[in-house]
């Protein structure tokens, strides 16, 4: 019902810059919130930033001042992104819908997962 396509993963130097996008397809009436998480190996899956349709946003500890979510609510797309990268942002980063879909008989509510994307930061 819900599908999510992620994209800007890749390998980068310390330092530098990433862009992830995610963006959401299908039958959608409306999304409320959207989410980057990150999970490194070995390690549990983390939030890393969650942005409210308002736009509101918060972000994890570990990221602040260096991460910046977005969305584009017209195209049902959120981005993260990722400045002044460090090899601990090492991870498979997934992102999170959270949608009103339409069944085709009545609305409901669901959180979807993206496929991830592998983000690796070389020191």
């Known amino acids: 019902q819900v599908q999510l396509v992620e994209s800007g993963g890749g390998l980068v130097q310390a330092g530098g810059s990433l862009r992830l996008s995610c963006a959401a397809s299908?039958?959608?009436?409306?999304?409320?919130?959207m989410a980057w998480y990150r999970q490194a190996p070995g390690k549990e899956r983390e939030l890393v930033a969650h942005?409210?349709?308002?736009?509101?946003?918060n972000y994890a500890d570990s990221v602040k001042g260096r991460f910046s979510i977005s969305r584009d609510n017209a195209k049902n797309t959120v981005y993260l992104q990722m400045n002044s990268l460090k090899p601990e942002d090492t991870a498979l980063y997934y992102c999170?819908?959270?949608?009103?879909?339409?069944?085709?008989?009545?609305?409901?509510?669901?959180?979807?997962w993206g496929q991830g994307t592998q983000v690796t930061v070389s020191s």
């Open positions: 999170n819908v959270d949608a009103n879909v339409w069944s085709g008989i009545y609305y409901f509510s669901n959180a979807y």
């Open positions: 299908g039958r959608i009436s409306s999304i409320n919130a």
């Open positions: 942005i409210k349709h308002g736009g509101s946003t």
